[in-house]
């Protein structure tokens, strides 16, 4: 198979037009998965939640994203590649459910970053809520890349470019999938124990409140 590793300008075009129309299906059911939970979202009741419900829903499909993918590197290694391509569509699929439910907590955070209400920007949070949305949006757009990664890894495979003596960007995609994994847990984490503790959000005052708001009077109209 070495002869495969080294693909002809032909076939990297071929794997560049695979890519893109695996990722776009991909990033198309993220964002279907994505409206279809903003409108369960939008039956809840609203609150002020540190971490959004959806946020933990999604966990559950990055963890098995760790499984799946982990799965893949070790079947590629000791050359069980039918196996190896089946784990990879699993991990494109949790992968995908994880962005699209990633999505509907971030648009759930954006509600909760004003007081009820208020509307921004006249009343933003500065507090946790803005805080974990930041680090929130920023996880979310790497598990984008990550999920691209699958797919061109995906793409590789179903090309037989992977073997057990060339698997390394295999391992690479896992590890870099487990690395973004352990750094969500630390945010669920520290966002749990704020919820628990009670450290809420602060909000910044409406300006127009002090334009409406009567002038104090002077220490020497007293």
């Known amino acids: 198979m070495s002869d495969s590793h080294s693909p002809t300008p032909r076939s990297r075009s071929l794997l560049a037009r695979r890519f893109f129309v695996l990722s776009s299906g991909l990033l198309t059911a993220a964002v279907l998965i994505a409206m279809t939970g903003i409108r369960w979202v939008n039956r809840t009741s609203a609150d002020h939640s540190v971490m959004p419900l959806p946020f933990w829903i999604s966990t559950i499909f990055l963890l098995s994203g760790s499984v799946t993918l982990q799965r893949a590197a070790w079947l590629v290694r000791v050359q ?57 949006g920023m996880h979310g757009v790497h598990f984008v890349i990550a999920l691209l990664f699958v797919a061109w890894i995906t793409v590789n495979a179903f090309a037989n470019r992977y073997d057990h ?25 520290l966002f749990a124990a704020g919820a628990v503790t009670g450290f809420d959000a602060i909000s910044i005052p409406d300006p127009n409140v002090f334009i409406r708001s009567p002038a104090l009077p002077s220490a020497g109209s007293a």
């Open 165 to 189: 003596e060339y698997s390394g960007g295999v391992t690479f995609c896992a590890w870099f999938w487990h690395t973004l994994g352990i750094a969500w847990l630390v945010i669920l984490a």
């Open 80 to 136: 069980q590649l039918e196996s190896f391509r089946r784990w990879l569509i699993y991990s494109l699929a949790v992968g995908t459910m994880f962005v699209g439910v990633q999505i509907c907590g971030l648009w759930r955070l954006s509600l909760n970053q004003t007081r009820p209400g208020a509307t921004l920007p006249e009343s933003a949070e500065t507090g946790a809520n803005a805080f974990v949305a930041m680090a929130a």
